[in-house]
Nanobody, 129 residues
Framework: QLQLVESGGGLVQPGGSLRLSCAAS????????IGWFRQAPGKEREGVSC????????YYVDSVKGRFTISRDNAKNTVYLQLNSLKPEDTAVYYC??????????????????????WGQGTQVTVSS
């Protein structure tokens, strides 16, 4: 059974850092795109960053470029999202999700959260002083 479990969220001051983890079980991530999405109260779910497990290609939404880094650990079947220089506007519930695809480029997929069929439970990130 495919399962995604996020962890690593929390309360942090502006300028602080967090590392989110998305551990996959029940399947291997080859030929999948793994995405990190976030949803703030009253806002639509937004694609933050995605990575192709097979090709390693990545995408970041403009608002997080230079601050967030997505990475993967093949041995642990886990994807990470390092969040640096956090801002109050980064406050949201962060979700990871997967989409099986043979595409190497991930930008278009990352902007379509509706096509991702399997989601984790989410982890809250709150940036506040």
């Amino acid at each position: 059974q495919l399962q995604l479990v996020e962890s690593g969220g929390g309360l942090v001051q502006p300028g602080g850092s967090l590392r989110l983890s998305c551990a996959a079980s029940g399947f291997t991530l080859d030929y999948y795109v793994i995405g990190w999405f976030r949803q703030a109260p009253g806002k639509e779910r937004e694609g933050v960053s995605c990575i192709s497990w097979r090709y390693g290609t990545t995408y970041y939404v403009d608002s997080v470029k230079g601050r967030f880094t997505i990475s993967r650990d093949n041995a642990k079947n886990t994807v990470y999202l390092q969040l640096n220089s956090l801002k109050p506007e980064d406050t949201a519930v962060y979700y990871c999700a997967v989409r099986r695809t043979t595409l190497a480029t991930v930008q278009a997929i990352c902007n379509m959260p509706g096509i991702f069929g399997d989601w984790g439970q989410g982890t809250q990130v709150t940036v506040s002083s």
